[in-house]
């Protein structure tokens, strides 16, 4: 009977071990998976925030989500340590910067622009209308401005044209003109100086009052003087400043594409801001048809500069044809004054210039600016 309660009281005994390690063993596999879970979901967490960054850094400022850095780098620590501290993981936000990079600057312009095509066909019997011309031109902005989108150019270029009815012309003179100075790399604007009423005309002045007006429009150092019936028939024929003033219209259809004397400075010519203030500007008291040409190229060799060209073969113009304007009959005190520019140069110039601004209007092609300039003195009495 004892041995019988004494096995009854060991089976207990041993189940009840049995069931505390069956107990023990549930207890430690709950532990196991719960630990085992938290350090998944925390080293995906952190994955996941390393690659985020590193595949999506492009799009983390448009998407507006964040990805975060895990600061482990406390000296001997370890996932565990963390864990066992009960310490939280504080995420290290990386900054975003909103900033966007500033652009390179350009390089300048080459002396050569690759664009240029050489010699030009140009004809003056297709129409011409302003919305053509506008259509051509999409990157001139208002005023008739423009600047090269890919380098930076040396000068910054005035186009001054003195201006009386002579719209057609003008078109014609855009149509070809626009086009060429963008493949030259200019930054320019150009600007029609537009003499009011019927006095008599004077084309000296009328540049004197672009220079002066252009300057207060933008800090330009380059003044390119064209009438508006010349176009160019070459596009290597460039227009800006030189070390020297420039004369571009050395071979005009009209005179067999030949320079007709040495002295010549008509047409088409240039000066930078420097040398046109040496000269004291051009004359104002050319009144008519004639003479201020050969007084500024005068001025020129009085200040001692010399006037450059370019080769004869780039510098052809064809002109476009037309009667003679009334009101700038040929001046017949021309031949008098332009002996004594030695004596008039100081007193008559861009120093003594009078006008008055009527309008300032921007079309989309270019800049008119309107203006009274005077009458001329009467003229002497012949005796």
């Known amino acids: 009977m004892t041995r019988l309660m004494l096995g009854r009281t060991l089976e207990r005994i041993c189940k009840g071990v049995l069931l505390l390690c069956l107990l023990h063993f549930i207890i430690m596999m709950i532990l196991y998976f719960d630990v085992y ?15 985020g ?50 652009p390179k600057p350009l390089p300048p312009c080459t002396e050569n622009p690759p664009g240029l095509v050489g010699r030009l066909l140009i004809e003056f019997s297709s129409q011409m209308t302003m919305e053509r011309v506008q259509k051509e031109n999409p990157n001139v902005t208002e005023g008739g401005r423009y600047t ?28 070809y003109l ?8 200019i930054d320019y604007g150009i600007y029609i100086i537009n003499q009011l009423g019927e006095e008599t005309f004077n084309r ?10 252009t300057l207060k429009e933008a800090e330009y150092d380059c003044f390119i003087f064209s009438d508006v019936d010349l176009i160019p028939m070459d596009d290597r024929n460039l227009y800006h400043c030189y070390d020297q003033p420039r004369h571009f219209a050395i071979a005009m259809d009209k005179f067999g594409f030949r320079l007709p004397y040495a002295g010549y400075f008509g047409g088409v010519s240039g000066l930078s801001k420097k040398q046109f203030l040496k000269i004291n500007g051009f004359p104002n008291e050319y009144w008519g048809w004639g003479g201020e040409d050969d007084d500024i190229y005068n001025r020129i060799t009085l200040n001692g500069m010399k006037v450059s060209r370019p080769d004869v073969r780039i510098g ?5 044809k037309h009667e003679r304007d009334k009101h700038n009959e040929p001046n017949p005190q021309r031949f008098n004054k332009i002996q004594n520019t030695k004596n008039t140069m100081k007193k008559d110039g861009i120093s003594s210039l009078t006008y008055r601004v009527v309008q300032v209007k921007r079309y989309p092609l270019y800049t008119n600016i309107s203006v ?12």
């Open 37 to 51: 879970s938290q350090r998944f979901d925390l080293f995906s967490r952190f994955n996941n925030g390393r690659n």
């Open 53 to 102: 960054s590193r595949n999506n850094v492009s799009g983390a400022a448009g998407s507006g989500h964040h990805f975060y850095y895990y600061n482990l780098s406390r000296p001997n620590a370890t996932l565990a340590s963390y864990m066992a501290t009960g310490e939280q993981l504080v995420p290290s936000v990386q900054p975003e910067t909103n900033q966007t990079p500033s």
């Open 148 to 175: 090269p989108p890919d380098c930076r150019p040396r000068w910054k270029v005035a186009i001054i044209i003195p201006f009386r009815h002579r719209e057609n012309h003008l078109k014609y003179w855009l149509h």
């Open 178 to 185: 626009h086009p060429i100075l963008r493949r030259q790399k």
């Open 204 to 213: 000296a002045k009328l540049l004197n009052i672009g220079y002066t007006e």
């Open 316 to 320: 052809r113009y064809r002109m476009i």
């Open 372 to 383: 009274e300039i005077g009458k001329p003195p009467p003229r002497p009495i012949k005796g």
